[in-house]
Nanobody, 125 residues
Framework: QVQLTESGGGLVQAGGSLRLSCAAS????????MGWFRQAPGKEREFVAG????????HYADSVKGRFTISRDNAKNTVYLQMNSLKPEDTGVYYC??????????????????WGQGTQVTVSS
């Protein structure tokens, strides 16, 4: 059974940092491109960051570029999202996702096959 489990969310003041983790079981993440998405209340789920299976290529939404960093440790079957200089508009539920997408990062949620249950991030002003 494939399972992606996010952790590391919480409440933080604006300007603070959080590091999200996504641990996988039931599949080898080394064969998957990975993505982080988020959903704020009343809004659609949006792409945040993605990384190819090799880790050599990453892509970020304009709203988080320069503040967030996605990385992966295939030996630990884990993907991370380091979030710095957080803003209130970063508040939402953050989801990790895995997709059999060779050689590139995609922002379309439909390209991803597996999803975690999400972790809440709340940034206070």
């Amino acid at each position: 059974q494939v399972q992606l489990t996010e952790s590391g969310g919480g409440l933080v003041q604006a300007g603070g940092s959080l590091r999200l983790s996504c641990a996988a079981s039931g599949l080898a993440l080394s064969s998957y491109a990975m993505g982080w998405f988020r959903q704020a209340p009343g809004k659609e789920r949006e792409f945040v960051a993605g990384i190819t299976w090799s880790g050599l290529s990453t892509h970020y939404a304009d709203s988080v570029k320069g503040r967030f960093t996605i990385s992966r440790d295939n030996a630990k079957n884990t993907v991370y999202l380091q979030m710095n200089s957080l803003k209130p508009e970063d508040t939402g539920v953050y989801y990790c996702s895995a997709g059999k997408i060779p050689g590139r990062v995609v922002a379309a949620s439909g390209e991803y096959d597996h999803w975690g249950q999400g972790t809440q991030v709340t940034v206070s002003s």
